[in-house]
């Protein structure tokens, strides 16, 4: 099955979220990988370090755990007039000199356990690693499963300045055990686990090297010149396809790097398209946040200054000034991808029951009335224009009013922007587990969905 004019397919979309997952074990590994990703289709990494290019190109920058990326190839070259306002509005619909985004945000984070900066200790002859669990986490999930090691590492250059280092073990060196049901014959009515003295890992008997020493070598630095780590746990289970007729993805961190990768694949799509004439030029951006699972307030969580900055570099690269920004803000339009509820068959009551979510039905629209979720009927308008242009159905997510809703990085993108926004998501089940449920077919419309968002008209 295809959409978006046969450019995704099921098969394509759901073999390469596959492969996607198992190079990204962690946020700064989902970042190496949609860079990886965009590097092979032409875009050029910047450093936010350094002055940007006014050339018109594919361009993307990192920060930690966060990725961004955009092309200004479908806008005139320094389309405003150097004045530090827009170019002379004389033409009837006032757009000369004017650009506007088109935005697709996710996160790169998933909950998981993390290890503490003195973890090293032993009980009754257990060496065990000290952990605290990331996010809102599934505890039960992460018994009994075979736990590698992955993350970044700060080392002490040869020179004395600071650096970093990726490091990805994907051997099954941990494991949280399970009371076995004799020792608590009640585990099958309620499981109750604190997250302090059940949830650390084990990963040897006999006598262990301390972890920073284990670290170092595997970072090829000595134990010394390791500074400090963003070191976390992750199931060693690969993603793959399942079920009776390979209808489903099983994996880890569906949540929300399903969403990084199809913002990723659509992005290099969207930017093939030949754009239409006689409109306002659109700057396609992906912006892939860190911390969301923890509130997005950080350096580089969607609570930053992370994409108001860049929207802001960008327009000052085209020679546009400060009331440029907040008009092309204006004309923007924010999709922010997490995944969604879909309605699970063991439990049908929990869900709202005029909106039950199909697996392999289609994207989801996410709406709250108290804006936990920040759609609102235009910005619902802009992404069901996008589907319907990929040729794939979207369906309407509701929470049920007695129970409490989540959040995503839209509410705070949309105040931070004055953007309209819309949140959005592929049906997921297990969510917030060790190991997640996703459609094989949903991936692929997907996609296409956030190819004809990003770039309305072009197909």
Known sequence: MSFGSGRFTTDSAAEGLVAYLRTSPSPFHAVASSLSMLVEAGFTPLDERDAWPSEPGRYVTTRGGSLVAWSTERVLTRPFDGSGGGADDGDAGGERGAVAFRVVGAHTDSPNLRIKPRPDHERVGWQLLGVEPYGGLLLNSWLDRDLGLSGRVAVREADGSVGERLFAVDEPLLRVSQLAIHLD???????????????????????????VEWLAEQVRVEPVDVLSWDAMTHDVQPAARTGLHREFVAGARMDNLATSYAATQALIDAVERPAPEGEVPLVPLIALFDHEEIGS??????????????????????????????????RTVIASGDMAHATHPNYADRHEPAHHIAMNGGPVLKINTNLRYATDSVGAAHFAAACREAGVPVQEFVVRSDLPCGSTVGPMTAALTGATTVDFGAPTLSMHSARELVGAADQAMYGAALAAFLAPGRD
């Not at 009640?186 to 090297?209: C, F, G, R, V």
């Open 297 to 330: 307030m950080s350096e580089r969580g969607a609570f930053s200054n992370l994409l108001p900055t860049i929207f802001e570099r960008i327009i000052s690269t085209l020679g546009g000034g400060r009331d440029d920004v907040h008009r092309a803000m204006a």
């Open 185 to 211: 014959r009640s585990t099958n009515d309620a499981l109750t686990l604190n997250k302090q003295l059940h949830m650390e890992p084990s990963w040897a008997l006999s006598q262990a090297p301390l972890f």
